[in-house]
């Protein structure tokens, strides 16, 4: 039996360390809304199993969660209609940037993994046919997970999105002229840019993750996959989740991550606890320096990783 805070004194550890370190990177500006964060701010989140949550720095505080969310779209997703999904999106690294074009004409408008844009975009669009409302099922889902009923979009930020969102729309017109987007456009662009401007902290994050640590079964003892579609979206995680510096993300941290551009990442320790990490500096592939940073020192410090 451990006590429901084993790991706060390694993040006291870790956040003291990150204190002391210089260099935090830059906040993303091509989405003037997430601009003007302060680099300096950082959090981290433990959740275990069972529900305690705990953390250090700026754990409670609200950030745009951006690409974090396309790992429950996909488990959303996933547990309503299954295999068929990976007919239409593939499951291995892209070795390119999140927002890429070049891969999908030669691969016939199917996106190489559900966690870069196009994929993320083809997720969202086949659990808006299922659902009628992917964003708000999404939401739904969150605020359950995590316990806080606050938990809401933001609408500046997702405005901010659709003015800047050329290259979203680019990916998502080409791919419906290969018939692989069922639902208007903009009706699609719509529910994506609400689901990246999504505001949460380190403790709902690191909550809503959780069930992918208890191997697929909800806060509420329900399940929402399978186990085995539990290990496919931690294997996802691994492989794609931190766009193309996987390789990186995994040879550092060893464990199931994703990251956003708000400078969120959310990592699992299978059977163990979830972790979410914020701090907006990003480096130059759009990942959270410091958030990275943590979670590195947060496997070796404790020796957990699925390695
Ligand atoms: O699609 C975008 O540009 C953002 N709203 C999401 C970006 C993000 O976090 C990186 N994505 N994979």
Redesign the pocket.
């Known amino acids: 039996m451990t006590s429901p805070t084993t790991f706060l004194p390694v993040l006291e550890r870790i956040a003291e360390e990150i204190e002391h370190t210089p260099g935090r990177g830059r906040p ?1 500006d ?2 003037p809304a997430l601009a003007a964060c302060d680099p300096r701010r950082f959090g981290m989140a433990v959740a275990e199993p069972d529900g305690a949550v705990y953390g250090v720095g700026d754990w409670r505080e609200p950030f745009s969660t ?3 969310t ?1 790992v429950f779209t996909l488990a959303l997703d996933l547990a309503r209609e299954g295999d068929e999904l990976w007919e239409h999106v593939g499951r291995e690294p892209s070795g390119n940037p ?2 890429s074009l070049v891969q999908l004409e030669y691969e016939d408008g199917i996106p190489r993994n559900p ?3 196009a994929g ?1 975009l083809v997720v969202t669009d086949r659990l808006h046919t299922r659902t009628g409302d992917a964003s708000g099922t999404l939401l739904e889902f969150l605020r359950a997970e995590s316990g806080n009923p606050r938990m809401s979009y933001d609408e500046e930020v997702a405005a901010s ?1 659709a003015a800047h ?1 050329d ?2 729309a680019a990916l998502a017109h080409f791919m419906a002229s290969y018939g692989n987007i069922d639902n208007p456009v903009p009706v699609l662009l719509e529910q ?2 609400r689901q ?2 999504l505001r949460a902290s380190c403790a709902d994050l690191a909550l809503a993750t959780a069930f992918l640590a208890r191997h697929g079964v909800r806060a509420d003892g329900t399940r929402l996959l399978s186990r085995s579609q539990a290990k496919q979206v931690n294997a996802v995680m691994l492989t794609c989740g931190t ?1 193309d510096a996987a390789g990186d993300f995994a040879y550092r941290v060893g464990l199931p991550g994703k ?4 400078g969120g990442i959310i990592a699992v320790v299978p059977g163990r606890c979830t972790l979410c990490v914020w701090s907006p500096g990003l480096d130059e592939r ?1 990942n959270s320096v410091a958030g990275v940073a943590a979670l590195d020192r947060f496997t070796t410090l404790t020796g957990l990783s699925v390695f």
Do not use: H, P
Request: with cysteine; proline share 0%.
């Open positions: 993303a091509y989405i951006q690409s974090v396309k999140f927002n966690f870069i844009n993320a999105e969102g290259r979203n994506y840019f990246c401007s766009y990251s956003g551009v708000g759009g």
